[in-house]
């Protein structure tokens, strides 16, 4: 089957199997393996990408449901002069990542959260987290990172 | 590049750059094993036991290797057939000395008996891994299902079913240490004996990336290269080409680019490593093989399972007089990997940081029809600890005694240091009554009746509990060597393996720090045994203690080497040169720096290539002696006795860990293990059916992972006492939190629920268990 869909802002065409998730398009048939699999049951979250400006598990969306929709992914972050966002530059002050595997589903969930709550308390942010695993972190420094993003990007009135 | 770095810049021991590490992984452009792709990559899958015990009568693969797709179809037979050998144990007790044991040796696929749910019986490769997965359904095994043991008091009971004939009773080894005759003999003088029988649940490690594998094969040369998430790339090389595919070690290259986590589970290779090869060469083709969760966690080596009786003698004054412990530890169905270093370890670090006049323990290692378990971050020293810790709270409560007072008492003071334990060790270093009163201090212990006393206002028992512990840091020996380019950069060439533990950052850190080079020309390499010429990885927090020597003994030596050269340079005596303050010094003010000397080290005439051409060097560190890491950690929680939930409000952890190299890669490297801890201690459980063997915890939907609002904010504070026997003075820090959480919570969650008449629960203190304990207890009382 043919699924037209936008990454990263690129329009790209391509040709997946109605069984096909929407992880898989990215990562099999795009090559953009930063978006990872950690599980099947949509436990882990390392998956997360942005749907249409929502966060999603990619492993959640059969790839032919994302059909002309727009997809941001963990490579598409950053600015085109390859400037980090401050939810990547928050990660690495913060020692938030030590894996790494982690990493991409985590800064697509921190980033949605702060879109809908711009300063959010730890609670809500270890709340918002309860669909990411990680195993390295304990979770201490990424919760500490999204909330310096916050205050940052409160600041500069992001 | 790290952006607050200057690229001429020198870093120091003790700060905490950006990591070198981190661009990568934030951009989406790590490159883990799942990621690499290869043209004309076939993919593979295995066939799982679905019985816990069974023999093989026979198995149909005909009807498989059919289906659409598929390439080859693999099996038991298949591997007999072509001389394949099986996985043998890394090591056993006889080894070192012990008793005799039985040593297993697990085959690539079995052929003849399956002995645990997620044994591997075929392996499929197919075009796509849904073909893979669709043929796996065509084989058709008959089973003839044999009983099963999954419990260490059903292993050891009378009758039990045998799960190797070799091992009557499903006793596969066991260890002792200490002194029984004296330890007898200190019990019969006891004013107060302490008992207690404690379960350590089985865990699951469950990096979130899974392990898996991609073999290759080139019939022009006759060689393999398997890339897999592993943790020590030249001891899986060494195990795969000598014991199970007799081949040279020069035509195994083994790749292990990033890593996802391993926590000790990847530090051994697996069947699947073997059969992606195997499949490789009878393909021709690349063979991956990425598992689903499911199958990861049936067939990761699992951790912990041990069932303890131990036993504390104290006199009137609460001075300890001696410990006793009977201990039985679950090997699962075959002996791997470091499987014996958890049943070892379990039994030495039970003394811990206390003054223990006579120590007996035994620990025995059973077979049961599970996964077989394997070293997981502490490898027996969260076991041990649990053991000690639990026992001296326990002893507190029954003598009426604050547990912090009780530990006062028995701590090893500063002044009895070297202090040699009864089951080998030597402690150098340590200030462990300094740590308990900081610990204290920082958890505010002082006004903890006020935050108790409000939390009985409303309905809640709050509890307190300290988990102390001592461990050892490193194992084995290995070796870093540091090489120059013509450019004066500097390449790092490790035989250790970070997969989260920032080794990329940390060592050029140290070696911009002792030659003055710049922290951002320092490369890191690691990971493939054609890179680097040997090295056994990382696991019990090693890397450390064991890089930084070694690297130091390399820049040394680079250093020395360096000095006629830049004697040449400066044109002066190589006696009139000395390197300080990070630069070659001669008469006269004349300064080289290490890079500029490199640069000339590569000249390819005149007077300066007689000097040889370049400058590089390497250094091997082994661990002996070892070094004792060790800290105080405090947690409090508070449990709602309405739902049994523990929640957990505080949590202290003050770690020694010798020398600080980088602050927040150790305090980062603190929260991950108490979040292991917490897991172990509040959800974590690997379960099987005590009948059938079948797994119930099997997806991330039935095994308890800990969350983000599972894990409390952390008080973390690192005490640098500087280790005697390693000139870098590094102590270790991976394992710090795993080790003393389970225990800290644990005593928490006790001194909780003593107050409504429970005395003991095991873990994972679940909110069901604590409620049915609470119901339990309340009846009880009533009776
Ligand atoms: S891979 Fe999507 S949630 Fe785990
Ligand atoms: S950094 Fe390793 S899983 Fe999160």
Redesign the pocket.
């Given at each position: 089957m043919r699924v037209h869909i936008k990454v990263n802002q690129v329009q790209r065409d391509c040709e997946v199997e109605s069984r096909a998730l929407l992880s898989d398009l990215l990562r099999d048939n795009l090559r953009l393996t930063g978006t990872h699999r950690g599980c099947d049951t949509a436990q882990c979250g390392a998956c997360t990408v942005h749907l249409d400006g929502v966060a999603v598990k990619s492993c959640q969306v059969l790839a032919v449901q994302a059909d002309g929709s727009d997809v941001v992914t963990i490579e598409g972050l950053a600015g085109a002069d390859g400037q980090l966002h401050p939810m990547q530059q928050a990660f690495s002050e913060c020692h938030a990542?030590?894996?790494?595997?982690?990493?991409p589903g985590m800064v697509m969930s921190g980033v949605d959260l702060l879109r809908t709550h711009p300063r959010p308390d730890t609670a809500t942010i270890r709340e918002a987290l309860e669909g990411n695993l990680?195993?390295?972190?304990g979770y201490v420094n990424i919760v500490e990172a999204i909330r310096v993003c916050a205050d940052r990007m409160a600041a500069k009135g992001v | 590049m790290n952006p607050n770095v200057q690229k001429s810049s020198v870093v120091h021991i003790g700060d905490s750059p950006r990591r070198v590490e981190d661009h990568k992984f934030l951009t989406g452009r790590g490159q883990y094993v799942d990621d690499l792709d290869f043209p004309s990559l076939v993919y593979g899958v295995p066939l799982l036991s679905p019985h816990a015990h069974a023999r093989i009568v026979s198995i149909d693969v005909s009807r498989a290797r059919q289906a659409p797709g598929v390439l080859c179809v693999l099996t038991g037979q298949d591997a007999i057939d072509e001389g394949l050998g099986g996985f043998p144990p890394l090591f056993m007790p006889e080894d070192m000395g012990g008793p005799k044991g039985y040593r297993t040796s697990r085959p690539v696929l079995v052929a003849d008996r399956v002995r645990h749910v997620g044994d591997r019986v075929a392996f499929v490769v197919a075009e796509t891994a849904d073909q893979a997965r669709d043929a796996l359904d065509l084989i058709e095994v008959d089973y003839e299902p044999l009983p099963a043991v999954v419990e260490l008091s059903d292993a050891s009971a009378e009758g039990a079913p045998q799960i190797w004939e070799g091992a009557p009773g499903n006793r596969c080894c066991m260890v002792m240490f200490g002194n029984e005759a004296a330890t007898t003999d200190a019990f019969a003088a006891a004013a107060h004996v302490t008992k207690l029988e404690l379960l350590n649940n089985r865990v699951s490690a469950n990096s979130?990336e899974p392990r898996c594998a991609i073999g290759r094969y080139s019939g022009v040369d006759d060689t393999y290269i398997l890339y897999s998430s592993l943790q020590n790339p030249h001891g899986a090389r060494q195990m795969l080409a000598q014991a199970v595919l007799k081949v040279e070690e020069i035509q195994l290259r083994v790749v292990s680019p990033d890593v996802?986590?391993g926590f000790g589970m990847k530090a051994d290779p697996y069947p699947e490593d073997a059969m992606v090869l195997w499949a490789a060469r009878r393909t021709g083709r690349p063979v991956k093989w990425v598992p689903t969760r499911s199958e990861s966690i049936a067939t990761d080596n699992h951790g912990r399972d041990q069932k303890v009786n131990a036993e504390m003698a104290l006199d009137a004054e609460g001075r300890i007089l001696a410990i006793r412990m009977r201990s039985m530890h679950s090997f699962g169905a075959y002996v791997m990997s470091a499987a014996v270093a958890p049943l070892t370890f379990a039994v030495r670090f039970v003394p811990s940081v206390y003054n223990v006049p006579s120590f007996h323990g035994v620990n025995v290692a059973f077979f049961t029809n599970t996964c077989p378990t394997g070293p997981y971050r502490g490898a027996g020293r969260p076991e041990a600890t649990y053991v000690c810790e639990r026992l001296i709270d326990q002893a507190a409560h029954e003598l009426g005694l604050n547990p912090a007072e009780l530990r006062r008492r028995n701590l090893i003071r500063p002044d009895q240091l070297p202090y040699s334990t009864h089951t080998g060790f030597v402690y150098d270093s340590g200030n462990f009554p300094g740590l308990l009163e900081k610990a204290l201090r920082l958890s505010d212990e002082e006004s903890y009746p006020l935050r108790k006393g409000e939390s009985s206002n409303k309905g809640l028992l709050r509890g307190r509990g300290i988990g102390f512990f001592i461990e050892q840091g490193g194992i084995f020996n290995d070796k870093m060597t540091l090489r120059f380019d013509a450019s004066g950069g500097l390449t790092i060439l490790s035989g250790l393996h970070s997969h989260?533990q920032s080794h990329a950052t940390v060592f050029a850190q140290l070696v911009s720090d002792w030659l003055g080079v710049p922290f951002a020309s320092v490369k890191y390499l690691q990971g493939d045994t054609d890179k680097i010429s040997f090295g056994r990885g990382t696991y019990a927090a090693r890397s450390s203690m064991i890089g930084s020597n070694a690297l130091r003994i390399a820049a040394d030596e680079l250093i020395a080497k360096g000095k006629p050269i830049a004697a040449f340079l400066m044109n002066c005596p190589k006696d009139a040169v000395e390197f300080k303050d990070r630069l070659y010094s001669g008469p006269g003010g004349k300064q080289i720096p290490m890079t500029e000397v490199a640069k000339a080290a590569h000249i390819k005439a005149g007077p300066l290539a007689s000097f040889g051409v370049g400058l590089e060097a390497s250094g091997v560190w082994n661990t002996d002696p070892p070094n004792f890491p060790n800290g105080c950690h405090v947690c409090e929680v508070v449990i709602d006795p309405e739902t049994g939930v523990v929640e957990i409000e505080s949590y202290t952890a003050v770690d020694d860990v010798g020398r600080v190299l980088n602050p927040q890669i150790c305090e980062g490297q603190v929260h991950g293990g108490v979040a292991q801890g917490i897991g172990q201690a509040l959800l974590e459980q690997v379960v099987y059916d005590r009948e059938t063997g079948q797994l119930i915890s099997g997806s991330f939907m039935d095994y308890g992972m800990p969350r983000a609002d599972d894990i409390p904010v952390m008080k973390t504070q690192l005490e640098e006492v500087t280790c005697k026997t390693n000139p870098v003075g590094v102590k270790a820090v991976g394992e710090a939190g795993t080790i003393g959480a389970p225990a800290a919570v644990m005593n928490a969650v006790h001194d909780a629920l003593r107050a409504v008449g429970v005395t003991h629960l095991d873990m994972p203190a679940t909110p069901l268990r604590v409620w049915n304990a609470i119901q339990v207890a309340k009846v009880r009382g009533q009776s």
């Open positions: 990542l030590q894996c790494g595997f982690c990493t990680c195993r390295c972190t | 979130i996802g986590g989260g």
